[in-house]
């Protein structure tokens, strides 16, 4: 592995850390839209139709996740912050934020190509309370690395709207 490729994953690692603790801290998380007791997940390749409950949450999240990302795309890393969760940015201050993805997006150049590969609805990640989740994967070629998958992770906010809480490239 080479020292860029090392640094790149420690710091997407630590990303990825960062918003797990973020989404932990957060106090319990109010009760689902699908309803109590009802855990379901869904992804945009299941073989069966999901409940349109499950479809309006991966959508917005997804939808979600790719303005987000033109945000951080587009170098507006404070401004992305800003409209990242409650509990992400009470973990991270705004300074830290735009350090580490400077260090991490910087060396791999502009993304040219972002592909949605799944999305899924979740109510229990590891190590973090339950709630909302949407985990969204895309295919990204970078400039300097034509093959990364991106993951973001949105959940929705106290306010119960759908906010960035994690993010992760490998």
Do not use: C
């Not at 973020?22 to 390749?45: C, F, N, R, W, Y």
């Not at 139709?49 to 507006?76: C, F, H, M, Q, Y």
């Not at 592909?115 to 400039?143: C, M, R, W």
């Amino acid at each position: 592995m080479t020292p860029h490729v090392f640094a790149t994953w420690r710091m997407g690692l630590a990303l990825l850390l960062i918003a797990a603790s973020a989404v932990h801290a957060q106090s319990q998380a109010p009760a689902s839209a699908l309803g109590q007791g009802e855990h379901q997940v869904a992804t945009t390749d299941a073989k069966s139709a999901p409940s349109p409950a499950v479809t309006n949450a991966t959508d917005a999240g997804t939808t979600e996740a790719t303005r987000w990302l033109r945000l951080i795309d587009g170098g507006k890393y404070a401004e992305g912050w800003t409209q990242a969760a409650t509990a992400f940015r009470a973990a991270i201050g705004q300074p830290d934020w735009d350090k580490t993805l400077v260090q991490v997006r910087t060396p791999l150049g502009a993304a040219t190509t972002r592909t949605l590969k799944s999305a899924a609805l979740t109510h229990q990640l590891p190590n973090v309370p339950p709630g909302d989740y949407v985990v969204i994967q895309f295919d990204t070629a970078f400039e300097q690395r034509p093959a990364a998958v991106e993951t973001v992770v949105v959940q929705r906010d106290t306010d119960q709207v759908w906010r960035v809480s994690g993010y992760f490239i490998k």
